[in-house]
């Protein structure tokens, strides 16, 4: 029988040795290295937890809030280490959706053979 944990964990650490992930973590370092860039790395992730709280809950943004997020956004779009980052990202987070259609191709044939049934 097969442990597909086992399988899941080399697909874990195949995934840090990818071309897209030893990008995304360069582009950390170089946002790390950089003060401002950092700073504004943290006050967009702060910035993005605010807003999913405020979905989860239903809660909508005040328009503070919404004038923040508009300003940092503009601020992320004109620093370039943070855009390098946030493309490296992107990447990584493209060959994750392409690895979910394969990890669930067997499911999805499954359930088109009973729709056929």
Request: glycine content about 2%; proline content about 1%; overall charge negative.
């Amino acid at each position: 029988m097969v442990n597909i944990y086992d399988t899941a964990n080399q697909l874990a650490n195949d995934l840090r040795e990818t071309q897209q992930f030893v990008a995304l973590k360069e582009a950390m370092d170089a946002v790390k290295a950089d003060a401002d860039s950092l700073a504004l790395f943290k006050e967009l992730d702060a910035a993005q937890m605010e807003i999913m709280e405020a979905q989860q809950t239903g809660k909508e943004l005040t328009e503070e809030q919404q004038d923040h997020f508009k300003s940092l956004n503009e601020r992320v779009s004109q620093n370039t280490t943070l855009q390098s980052m946030l493309l490296a990202e992107q990447a990584v987070y493209t060959l994750l959706n392409d690895v979910q259609k394969n990890i669930g191709q067997p499911l999805s044939e499954a359930y088109e053979d009973l729709r056929k049934a």
